[in-house]
């Protein structure tokens, strides 16, 4: 079965930088969407990025600049390299996958990892 394992997630003061890594398995990775998430006490979960299997990217307007999403097809891999780092950047980063369609819709993806808490302290 798909299984998506998150790490990377931490605390850091704002301006610094975090890399957030996504594990998976279970599945041809490289035909797959791939797309981080978040989540905020009390807010909805949101995209933050997304990349097809021909590693076409799209961002998120508040991700736009700072982060960036990318990954190792060789590796069953996906990363985010989340630099400037802001207070409002703390939340629970979820990885996820789905065949189709790509894009930053949380209700298009089926598969989800368990999340990486990433906190910004001001």
């Known amino acids: 079965q798909v299984q998506l394992v998150e790490s990377g997630g931490g605390s850091v003061q704002a301006g610094g930088s975090l890399r957030l890594s996504c594990a998976a398995s279970?599945?041809?990775?490289?035909?797959?969407?791939m797309g981080w998430f978040r989540q905020a006490p009390g807010k909805e979960r949101e995209g933050v990025a997304g990349?097809?299997?021909?590693?076409?990217?799209s961002y998120a307007d508040s991700a736009k600049g700072r982060f960036t999403i990318s990954q190792d097809n060789a590796k069953n891999t996906l990363y985010l390299q989340m630099n400037s780092l802001k207070p409002e950047d703390t939340a629970m980063y979820y990885c996820?996958?789905?065949?189709?369609?790509?894009?930053?819709?949380?209700?298009?993806?089926?598969?989800w990892g368990q999340g990486t808490q990433v906190t910004v302290s001001s």
């Open positions: 996820a996958a789905d065949p189709y369609p790509c894009g930053l819709n949380v209700y298009d993806y089926s598969y």
């Open positions: 279970g599945y041809t990775y490289s035909s797959y969407c």
């Open positions: 990349i097809d299997s021909d590693g076409r990217t």
